[in-house]
Nanobody, 114 residues
Framework: QVQLVESGGGLVQAGGSLRLSCAAS????????MGWYRQAPGKQRELVAT???????NYADSVKGRFTISRDNAKNTVSLQMNSLKPEDTAVYYC????????WGQGTQVIVSS
């Protein structure tokens, strides 16, 4: 079992920045890929960014150049630095970890006002 706890969401004006963090605990040695997904009201959950244990990164096209994902394997954390935020980035952001199955955090709300 893996437990994920997110922090760092909030309300920000368009053009601003936020940093999300996620701490993993439990069977952390089984985790390969970690990342962030988001779900806006009335929409499906979508990938934002992922990073493997070895450091391979994948971004959604909509966030490339604005968001940066990072991972600290020693601390079992994954972070998402979000810059130049847009109203369309408003969503609940979920931390994700993949090992023998998918694990999800409880979600943290990000609201970007115009």
């Amino acid at each position: 079992q893996v437990q994920l706890v997110e922090s760092g969401g909030g309300l920000v004006q368009a053009g601003g920045s936020l940093r999300l963090s996620c701490a993993a605990s439990g069977n952390i040695f089984s985790i390969n890929t970690m990342g962030w997904y988001r779900q806006a009201p009335g929409k499906q959950r979508e990938l934002v960014a992922t990073i493997t244990r070895g450091g391979t990164i994948n971004y959604a096209d909509s966030v490339k150049g604005r968001f940066t994902i990072s991972r600290d394997n020693a601390k079992n954390t994954v972070s998402l630095q979000m810059n130049s935020l847009k109203p369309e980035d408003t969503a609940v952001y979920y931390c994700h970890a993949n090992s023998e199955r998918n694990y999800w955090g409880q979600g943290t709300q990000v609201i970007v006002s115009s």
